[in-house]
């Protein structure tokens, strides 16, 4: 545990005294550890950071100055022309295909954004689509592709993210002609995204744990060589600057593969709950958020402020966010996290008074700073600096 508990509450209740909840902080101890942590897993390969994960422009700066890190991964075609403007990278891929036809045009007009931007394509009639909102004069946009890189064991069977049509080498190779002999296109990259391996915890006791670990040693097997050959038909007619894989919670695996060029990560820098049932790795809690209690409606009970920031995902209790410190809370099942109070029990709730905090972990690791304007940044007992969230700039890419 990052915080340190003191006569006088946590070290992030003496760091935030000043300041009235709700609020949130990121630990830079912790934020910086975890940074740490994913250079010695990625085993020397690049590590792409992914901006929705983070969404501060300070954090992303400061991660990207460390060794190990190289160029951004955004969720967003605004989002990364925002972040080259700003000068947060000159080197960004766009994860997701874009059919933002003003950003789009923002990019043609612009040669610089144009040699460090990279949009997504999944599909001819993505192309088409460009060249519908740009006329098919436009300049040369970089292209990256996009492999599905699910496990599909038997027919009909799909384990992993829905994401591209692509998934044998034979179909990405079609793609890849049709790219390069598309005028206003410049294939540069390919990603591949194993969401089967990177975002399923692996780290559940008994049977569950034993049937996730199974399925994700089966599936990095099959794609290691689907992944090589798929590549090796893309490089028959491009060369490729880059070939981007994995995420936070397959660093160990995705590195191995001799194809892949660099690697994303970004959940493993804020350690959110969602990251920490892996058997691989242990990220520590960087980014919490602290909510006063308003209410004591009985001897068991506090009622803290607000508190409904759920996750996206499919619902279930995963995505609530989980009371941390102090130790010994936990939210009620009658009502869970609330718009307005969440009421917590447990036995450090018999301890709360009215105007205490309680300090909480979101689920997922970026969609924290779609609540606050800014996050604290705290170095043991003490805000270091205060520093916008994308939110907090005014801006939204959802």
């Known amino acids: 545990m990052s915080a340190v508990t003191t006569a006088n509450g946590t070290a992030y209740d003496l760091a935030t005294k000043d300041l009235d909840p709700p609020l949130a902080i990121v630990d830079l101890r912790a934020f910086d550890a975890n940074a740490g942590d994913l250079v010695r897993r990625a085993g020397g390969a ?139 296109f410049r294939l540069v990259g390919v990603m591949a995204y194993e969401g089967q391996i990177a975002g399923i915890p692996d780290g559940a006791r008994g049977i569950k744990g034993e049937v996730i670990r199974w399925m994700q040693r089966r599936s990095a097997a099959e794609l290691a ?16 600057e880059f070939v981007n894989g994995g995420g936070t919670g397959s660093l160990e695996t995705t590195s191995t593969e001799p194809v892949i060029t ?40 506090a009622t803290v402020f607000s508190g409904g920031y759920v996750a996206s995902g499919q619902a279930s209790p995963s995505r609530l966010p989980t009371p941390y410190l102090p130790a010994g809370l936990r939210l009620r099942g009658a009502e869970g996290a609330g718009e307005v109070q969440t009421p917590l029990t447990g036995p450090a709730a018999r301890r709360l008074s009215i105007g205490d905090r309680v300090w909480f972990r979101h689920a997922k690791a970026g969609e ?7 996050y604290h940044l705290v170095d043991g007992d ?17």
């Open 225 to 240: 060589l689907r992944r090589a050959a798929a590549i090796a038909a893309v490089r028959e007619v491009a060369d490729l």
């Open 46 to 184: 690049p590590i792409r950071v992914a901006s929705k994960s983070v969404r501060c422009r300070a954090l992303l700066s400061r991660v990207l100055d460390r060794p190990g890190f190289e160029g951004l991964l955004s969720y967003s075609l605004a989002e990364a022309l925002w972040l080259f403007d700003n000068g947060t990278s000159t080197d960004i891929v766009v994860a997701y295909p874009s059919v933002d036809r003003a950003a789009l045009r923002v990019l043609a007009a612009d040669p610089a954004a144009r040699s460090a931007v990279t949009i997504m394509v999944d599909s001819v009639a993505h192309l088409d689509f460009v060249d519908a909102a740009l006329g098919t004069d436009h300049p040369p946009i970089r292209v990256c592709l996009e492999l599905d890189v699910s496990w599909r064991p038997l027919p009909g069977a799909h384990i992993g993210s829905l994401r591209s049509p692509v998934f044998t080498p034979r179909q990405i190779g079609a793609l890849a002609r049709a790219v390069v002999a598309r005028p206003g």
């Open 262 to 301: 660099d690697i994303a990560a970004g959940s493993g820098l804020i350690g959110s709950t969602l990251f920490s049932q892996y058997s691989r790795f242990a990220p520590q809690p960087a980014a919490l958020f602290a909510l006063p209690v308003v209410r004591r409606p009985g001897r068991t009970t």
């Open 368 to 374: 924290l700073a779609e609540r606050f304007t800014h």
């Open 382 to 398: 003490r805000v270091e600096q205060t520093v916008p969230t994308y939110r907090g700039e005014g801006k939204s890419f959802g």
